[in-house]
């Protein structure tokens, strides 16, 4: 009999991946979301278009399932999460608490959060050759953003499901996820996929001139999206239940991120630095804890992960002639 989970946020980048990837390893899966998966057609056995903050649809969903994979949320790259927070906090608390409520109601046995590294404090990543973030780094507490407040406190609340209700909860603290089949452009896109946007752009245009905001030199880690799916999964089977950083530990600046994205697509850039949100200084994941719980940390290189990345992209922005191919300003930041 196959095991029955649900995948919250199924409709968007991470979750459609974990649909993938649980389906083939034989579960049954219930994807959840506000909205079916912009760029293909998912693989779940069951789908179901489902508001999260609403407590009745989060009871529906998680009906009959061993275990959650919790990650719907409001969110986007650095552009989107510094300028909305009322309505971030708002929906990603009702998201959160509804999800994990229902779920014990409804005798789910395991639970795992994804979290942010968006939780770790201002004040240690204010360099942009900060040291890597070890997970007790979150306190005393103060994430830049309401994104990051939410997500401590939902932290919070799984611990305390599981001490007060014996649930399995898991916590996961990503560190910038990219790939292909991610939001690229609207204002939501990360980092990566903006840069791969603006590049993509630049080369079918023929303008080399690419907007960055800051000055480029704040510095980050990235991972790419099969290790986060299968780091995802062996971190809900571990019996480990405090937050785990997920991330890579290979700190770029985004100027160095857009030098080796040009490489790849084999077209030279001029940078053009420009006011924006730049988020935190410096930020890079300390993997200490993974490789100890999991014997396991990331594997696939940023080079490799971003030359999948950008020709995926590349496709996309050659594929719609119905918006002007333009340079535009998006979010270059995380
Ligand atoms: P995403 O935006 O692609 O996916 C989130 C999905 O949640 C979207 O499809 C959205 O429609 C859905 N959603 C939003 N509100 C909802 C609601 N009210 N009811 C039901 N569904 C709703 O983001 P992602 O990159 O796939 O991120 C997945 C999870 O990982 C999120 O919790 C995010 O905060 C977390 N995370 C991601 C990153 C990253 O680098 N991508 C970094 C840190 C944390």
Redesign the pocket.
């Given at each position: 009999m196959q095991k029955r989970v649900l995948v919250?946020?199924a409709?968007?980048?991470?979750?459609h991946h974990l649909v993938s990837y649980l389906t083939d390893l034989g579960y049954w899966v219930r994807g959840?979301?506000?909205?079916y998966p912009e760029f293909c057609t998912t693989r779940a056995s069951e789908f179901r278009i489902?508001?999260?903050?609403n407590v009745e649809s989060c009871k529906e969903v998680t009906a009959g399932v061993e275990m959650v994979f919790a990650?719907?949320?409001?969110?986007g790259g650095m552009g989107y999460i510094s300028s909305h927070h009322a309505c971030i906090l708002h929906?990603n608390t009702l998201?959160n608490f509804n999800t994990l409520e229902a779920a014990r109601l409804n005798g789910v046995k395991r639970y795992l959060y994804?979290?942010?590294?968006?939780v770790y404090p201002e004040y240690r990543q204010l360099k942009i050759d900060v040291p890597a973030l070890r997970e007790e780094d979150a306190y005393p507490a103060a994430p830049q953003d309401a994104y990051g407040w939410e997500k401590l406190i939902t932290e919070r609340l799984c611990t305390h499901y599981r001490e007060d209700y014996g649930m399995e909860t898991r916590i996961v603290r990503?560190h910038?996820?990219f790939g292909p089949l991610?939001?690229w452009d609207g204002g939501?896109e990360?980092a990566p996929a903006a840069l791969c946007r603006k590049i993509a752009v630049a080369k079918l245009t023929g303008n080399p001139v690419i907007d960055i905001w800051g000055d480029g030199e704040q510095t980050r880690s990235f991972c790419y999206i099969t290790d986060c799916v299968t780091g995802l999964y062996k971190i809900m089977m571990s019996n480990f239940s405090q937050p785990l950083n997920l991330g890579q530990d290979r700190m770029v600046s985004i100027n160095q991120l857009a030098d080796m994205i040009s490489s790849i697509a084999g077209f030279p850039i001029k940078k053009r630095h420009v006011p924006g949100p730049i988020g935190v200084r410096g930020r890079n994941s300390d993997n200490t804890l993974l490789r100890e719980v999991l014997n396991w940390t990331p594997a696939v290189s940023l080079e490799e992960g971003l030359r999948c990345t950008y020709d995926w992209i590349e496709s996309q922005v050659a594929a719609r002639p119905e918006k002007p191919i333009e340079p535009y300003i998006g979010a270059v930041a995380v």
């Open positions: 919250t946020g409709g968007g980048f991470i979750g959840a979301d506000l909205k489902a508001d999260l903050r990650l719907a949320a409001d969110m929906s998201i994804t979290s942010s590294a968006c990503f910038n996820i991610g939001t939501r990360k």
